[in-house]
């Protein structure tokens, strides 16, 4: 009989695929297999996640409920971004942890499996190169990383202390993961990286000079590839070169991600995210121009410490003028090994509550003005999920999700959609192609 696996996965898209990474090596060296039930699980792992405070407390009264209803015999294995940078203090504060493995150390899960108690966190440890074997949650759509690590160090993010410094993947596994892919049936797929237009800064070996819109031209020339998206580019490295691959690269999703963060050019500064407002809305004006299809959406913290009413405001005027079409809002949550830990000047929890009350407020009138505009509008849709009632969802080139009634014939396959009804998050329509 073989032996089961439970995993949660917590925090980002890279998280999802680490996940995928450790299920992989796990049913092809250990032959576990993927239950839903964690009280039938030989092995319960939490994939976790330390951006912001709150799911760090959750872990450990999850850790709790999982000790008390696990089979006897189960292990209890924490990994992911709060065990990079917890470390040992997980196994002292919740005894019956069997192992820690950090972020950038995934690709020993099956060492640390073996060892009593062991804590594998080194942040400079190098899996660019490791031969991860294949395993996909989705056949539909595969999600990819080609860098590990982050080396910006934006004053209120944990990220560079948990998953290290920024290496890339040289383009050439890239490549052979995303053939390997289509082979098994993908049409799209998703790359991944903090910093994903920062792509060939720093390889671990010789490679040649290669950036991230070059990296783009290669994968697209895979036949049988017809979507490439990728997430999360940095403003910073938004120049023209890389705009103009993405406006005129017909296998690149006109959807871009640009996480604005704050609006304020002082606070943007005290972030240290590289641009001020005025290039953020420059990179906005020559992205639009060039790809006037194209859909944004933002990562916005409010409440920075140091935030004055006018910053907030400047955020909010960005708001106004980029109108964009999703938005990822939090309040700032002090984090360990950040410099704005640091900061005496914090916003009081109340106002920060209220700014972001209409921060959310103000963006879903932007967006149900915007989406008024969907009803009729025709999009191709690439089908990847089914939902009760017998309706089937994809998304467009530009990433809004439509549904559609009908049944697993449309997985994987494209259909023209005409929209006949608009939610806030999903779109209704029928199959006119
Ligand atoms: N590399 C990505 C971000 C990864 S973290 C980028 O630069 O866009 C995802 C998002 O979490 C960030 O964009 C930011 O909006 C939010 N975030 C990060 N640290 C945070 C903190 N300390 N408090 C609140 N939100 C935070
Ligand atoms: Fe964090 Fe900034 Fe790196 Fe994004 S770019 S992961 S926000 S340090
Ligand atoms: Fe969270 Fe780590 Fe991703 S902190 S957002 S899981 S990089």
Redesign the pocket.
Known sequence: MSKKLFIETLG?AMNSRDTEHMIAELTEKEGYEVVKDFRDADLILINTCS???KPVSKLFSELGIFNKKKKPSAKIGVCGCTASHLGRDIIKRAPYVNFVLGARNVSKITEVLHKDRAVEIDINYDESEFAFKDFRTSTLKAFINISIG?D?S?T????PKTRGDEVSIPDRLIYNEAQRAVDAGAKEIFLLG??VNNYGRRFSGEHEKINFAELLKRLSKIEGLQRIRF????PFYMDDEFIEEFATNPKICKAM?M?L?SGSTKVLKDMKRGYSKEWFLNRVEKLRKVCPEVTIST???VAFPGESDEDFEDTLDVLKKVRFDQI????????PH?E?QHFTNVVDPEVASARLTHLQSFHTQILDEKNATQLDKVYSVYFEELLPNHFVSGRSDNNFVIKVKGSDELLGEFRDVKITSIGRTILTGEIVA
Not at 156 to 159: L, N, S
Not at 328 to 335: D, E, T
């Open positions: 980002c951006v912001r405070e982050c910006k934006c209120y993010c944990i990220v903090q910093n997430t999360s580019p940095h991600h996480p963060q990562d916005i913290i990822f809002s939090f309040k700032y949550s002090p984090r950040t704005a």
